[in-house]
């Protein structure tokens, strides 16, 4: 009986099929940042985004065999665990002030 490694097991699936599904999630990504209004929807949408890409580079890293892909994945996991808390925070005084968090609702904040 062979044992079967995890770069067996991604070897298994083409590229390709890595590269569409990725594609896809990062189309849905764009497609909800376009077209909604609700503020968390669209910080939801770029989270998306951000996980197609480290989804891309993590099967580019096990194809090619070295660790790069997976460093760079870490490093974008923590700029979004970032930018979940900076939006976050922006979003709960976005609504203290407008009781919204609808995108049109901005436009009546002054300065």
Same mark, same amino acid.
């Given at each position: 009986m062979e044992q079967h490694t995890l770069a067996q097991t991604l070897y298994g699936i083409p590229l390709n099929a890595y590269i569409i599904v990725s594609a896809v999630l990062f189309s849905i990504? #764009?497609?909800? %940042?376009l077209y909604r209004? /609700? *503020?968390?929807?669209? &910080? =939801?949408?770029? @989270? *998306? =985004? *951000?996980?197609?890409v480290n989804l891309l580079l993590a099967a580019f890293g096990a194809?090619?065999?070295?660790? /790069?892909?997976? #460093? &760079? %994945? &870490? &490093?974008?996991m923590a700029v979004a665990?970032? @930018? %979940?808390? %900076?939006?976050l925070a922006i979003l709960m005084m976005i609504y203290r002030n407008t009781k919204s968090s609808d995108i049109d609702t901005l436009t009546r904040l002054k300065w």
């Open positions: 990504g #764009v497609m909800g %940042v209004r /609700n *503020l968390i929807i669209i &910080f =939801m949408c770029i @989270e *998306l =985004m *951000l996980n197609a194809y090619r065999g070295d660790s /790069n892909g997976q #460093v &760079f %994945v &870490f &490093f974008i665990a970032a @930018e %979940v808390a %900076v939006g």
